[in-house]
């Protein structure tokens, strides 16, 4: 029994609360914990409404080390995360990744090539005429290049999150229906969470995993975090397309990407400058796609000319406004409050790692992979860590 005293205190229950207390109770099955989720039904928590995409393709060497470790973790996760017999299926399709350079982002990638290559990873750097040789819907011919990533792909990102959800719950931990309204501190010590039923829990560690939220959430301790929930959306396509085997997912270099799902169908999505930010839109908008996203499309996809919109949503990206990168670890001023933040628009890919690093830092146990370049000291330094020279996300 907690007595609403707890080890650890996770706020919310999304991938990245349900993996952090996964490894907690991996490291040390004893523990108390309790996840507060205010909308177990998910309906606009980020997780469920993520395109799944994992990327071995990025610039700083700890992010790619992350996508490395997930990739790992993917390949035990159904037999990891059993539960009564029951293993979820992450249903990960190992599509590649097809990244387009133009002459912007020719050096970058080249950079991030040789970074990953010196990591063990296998990308290739791939011509216009070799990417139209292998997959003919393409059209980059007058492109630089493409860098493609064979075992990146999709997955269903609901069946990752519900497959750590369970397990921890099979593992002991508390899962409970409420808004932390207020953590609370004395001096520079945490102390517990006020919810929004009146009731309050005590811990001396408080995780904050809430996602889009997690500004208002540390603000109500004090803690101002430079992120912003940004209206991000996405619109499923039916094309005449029938490639004989799942494409890649395409990303342009404006950051427009296109994954094929099957047959004729793929989902399109382009964070634009203009997006809304804010917690209460999640309005898809089809005249997004229509004037910004499809001329763009068929510049590289000549056949797309003709599509039928079929349907979208929209979710929240939890955008860094420093440097676009994850913050992770404890609040320099506040002992015991610790931050799985800023993740802008890559969150789920990274949950594996960053739930594994959080619960190492929280136990005091030598991290398995050095992620401190991603600390919040950086926060009140004034230090970002940019993943590209050109733009945050
Ligand atoms: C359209 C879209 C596409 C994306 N595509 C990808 C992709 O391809 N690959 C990738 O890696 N990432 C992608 N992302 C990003 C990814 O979804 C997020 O980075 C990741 O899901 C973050 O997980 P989380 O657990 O931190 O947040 P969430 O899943 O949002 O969970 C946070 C939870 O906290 C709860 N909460 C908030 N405040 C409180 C409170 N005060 N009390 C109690 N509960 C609270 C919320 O209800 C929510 O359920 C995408 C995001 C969007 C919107």
Redesign the pocket.
């Known amino acids: 029994m907690s007595n609403g005293t707890y080890d650890v205190i996770l706020?919310?229950?999304?991938?990245?609360?349900?993996?952090t207390a996964y490894y907690l109770l991996k490291f040390d099955p004893h523990l108390n914990i309790a996840i507060?989720?205010?909308?177990p039904s998910?309906e606009?928590?980020?997780?469920?409404?993520?395109?799944?995409?994992?990327?071995i393709q990025f610039n700083i060497k700890e992010n790619i080390q992350i996508s490395q470790y997930g990739l790992e973790v993917l390949k035990r996760f159904s037999e990891e995360m059993e539960v009564n017999g029951e293993k979820p299926d992450a249903a990960f399709r190992r599509q590649g990744n097809l990244f387009v350079l133009d002459d912007a982002s020719r050096e970058e990638s080249h950079e991030g090539l040789l970074l990953q290559k010196s990591l063990g990873c296998d990308v290739q750097w791939l011509s216009p005429d070799e990417v139209q040789k292998y997959y003919p819907l393409y059209n980059l011919k007058d492109c630089v290049a493409g860098t493609f990533g064979p075992h990146d792909g999709?997955m269903s990102?609901l069946a990752v999150?519900l497959g750590y959800k369970k397990k921890v719950m099979a593992l002991g931990a508390v899962f409970i229906h409420?808004?932390?309204?207020e953590i609370l501190k004395q001096e520079s010590q945490i102390v517990g969470v006020n919810l929004?039923s009146g009731e309050r829990l005590n811990s001396i560690i408080v995780v904050n995993?809430?996602?889009?939220?997690?500004r208002?959430?540390s603000k109500?301790v004090g803690v101002d975090l430079p992120i912003n929930p940004t209206k991000?959306?996405?619109t499923i396509i039916e094309t005449n397309a029938r490639p004989e085997k799942t494409l890649p997912v395409l990303f342009l270099p404006s950051g427009l990407y296109c994954i094929h799902e099957s047959e004729g169908t793929f989902t399109v999505?382009k964070s634009l400058p203009t997006d809304y930010v804010g917690y209460d839109d999640f309005n898809w908008e089809r005249n997004k796609f229509e004037t910004v996203i499809w001329p763009e499309l068929v510049k590289y996809i000549p056949s797309f000319d003709r599509l039928k919109v079929t349907r979208g949503?929209?979710?929240?990206?939890?955008v860094n406004t420093l440097d676009g990168n994850a913050i992770l670890g404890e609040w320099p001023e506040l002992k015991g409050f610790y931050l799985?933040?800023g993740?802008?628009?890559?969150?789920?890919?990274?949950?594996h790692a960053v739930g594994r690093y959080i619960a190492e830092l929280i136990l005091g146990i030598n991290p398995t992979l050095d992620l401190s370049v991603f600390s919040p000291q950086r926060i009140l330094e004034n230090k970002p860590v940019f993943e590209s020279r050109r733009k945050i996300i």
């Open positions: 706020v919310g229950g999304g991938v990245m609360g349900c993996a507060l989720e205010m909308d998910y606009k928590a980020s997780t469920p409404l993520s395109d799944g995409n994992t990327r999709t990102p999150l409420a808004e932390a309204i929004s995993a809430s996602g889009a939220w997690a208002k959430t109500t991000r959306q996405v999505g949503w929209a979710g929240l990206y939890e799985a933040n993740f802008s628009g890559h969150g789920f890919q990274q949950c």
